[in-house]
């Protein structure tokens, strides 16, 4: 079930700043939502990073993120 505009209807530049926008008060909402609002939030979040991941499958991943990356920083 979608909740607001579907993803596949948003634009990039709309998508990526509603994704921005999600990540930005996930904590707040983890913290003091309500079980609702919460399951909402987690619901929208994982709508939009699917449709994020289905327009850019070959993103570029930034070494320092990967396995690797954190044992060259721990050496």
Do not use: K, N
């Given at each position: 079930?979608?909740?607001?505009?579907?993803?596949?209807?948003?634009?990039?530049?709309?998508?990526?700043?509603?994704?921005?926008?999600?990540?930005?008060?996930?904590?707040?909402?983890?913290?003091?939502?309500?079980?609702?609002?919460?399951?909402?939030h987690t619901s929208r979040m994982q709508e939009l990073e699917r449709e994020y991941l289905e327009r850019y499958p070959d993103r570029q991943v930034d070494p320092e993120r990967l396995r690797e990356g954190a044992r060259q920083r721990s050496a």
């Open positions: 079930m979608t909740m607001g505009v579907d993803p596949r209807e948003l634009s990039d530049e709309d998508l990526i700043r509603e994704l921005r926008h999600l990540h930005e008060t996930r904590s707040d909402t983890l913290f003091h939502g309500s079980d609702d609002a919460l399951e909402h």
